[in-house]
């Protein structure tokens, strides 16, 4: 089935600064990337996804950018701020190996501090 | 509320005991999904049932059972645990079409503890 793997685990920056999330992924039928962010004791919420007939996508300080070829795609947040401090999850769908369900990296916990 | 409801959000159950979770989504969604997130492996995606009807069973153990009677619902049906079942239950609600899967929307989960 689909394998995601999502680096780093932790990432500290400074508010303002940028923050990059990097993941990669085994199946090559996978056609769908979301992203999701994960406060602490609350639910996973979509913040951004990408498909694959697509290469890159913005909204406001948040942007994904994949790359078929090598099979990864990256979160990019500019100008960070203390309230994007949260754990940020990664996702592909199964492709054609295992339907449509999304197969999920292990996370990423973003500090910003101010 | 997002639209997926989960109940209870809390579960203390003890390894002989019977439980089950419940969820329920008001997005006309046409796939749910059940997943477990522990410390150890964030996310493991345990069923997924599309269109009322079980498409994958991700070799969860048959202490867990999964009920989807309609298209709304989706039951976890829970006995004789371990102490390693501990963790937080995720239902997640999406829309399946020609294009492939959408964005999930998950419900706030229920945090179950075995004893």
């Known amino acids: 089935g689909e394998n995601v793997e999502q680096h780093p685990s932790t990432l500290s920056v400074q508010e303002g600064d940028s923050a990059v999330i990097k993941c990669t992924y085994s199946?090559?039928?996978?056609?769908?990337f979301p992203w999701y962010k994960q406060e602490l004791g609350k639910r996973p919420q979509l913040i951004i996804d990408?498909?694959?007939?697509?290469g890159e996508k913005k909204d406001q300080r948040i942007a994904v950018t994949l790359n078929k070829t090598a099979k990864h795609f990256s979160l990019h947040i500019t100008e960070t701020q203390p309230e994007d401090s949260a754990v940020y999850f990664c996702?592909?769908?199964?492709?054609?190996?295992?339907?449509?369900?999304?197969?999920f990296g292990k996370g990423t916990s973003l500090l910003v501090t101010p | 509320e997002t639209g997926v409801t989960q109940t209870p959000r809390h579960l203390v159950m003890g390894m002989t005991n019977k439980k089950s979770l419940k969820c329920e989504q008001h997005?006309?969604?046409?796939?749910m999904y059940w997943y477990k997130q522990s410390a150890k492996k964030p996310l493991e995606l345990m069923f997924v049932?599309?269109?009322?009807?079980?498409?994958e069973n991700n070799s969860v153990p048959s202490r867990f059972s999964p009920e989807c009677p309609n298209s709304s619902h989706l039951f976890l049906h829970l006995h004789t645990l371990q102490p390693e079942d501990s963790a937080l239950y995720l239902c997640?609600?999406?829309?399946?079409?020609?294009?492939?899967?959408?964005?999930?929307?998950f419900g706030s989960g229920t945090r179950l503890t075995v004893v």
């Open positions: 997640a609600s999406s829309q399946w079409g020609p294009t492939g899967v959408g964005g999930y929307t």
């Open positions: 996702a592909a769908s199964g492709g054609s190996n295992s339907g449509y369900a999304l197969n």
């Open positions: 997005l006309g969604h046409n796939a």
């Open positions: 990408i498909r694959s007939n697509v």
């Open positions: 049932y599309s269109l009322e009807e079980r498409v």
């Open positions: 199946d090559s039928a996978s056609n769908y």
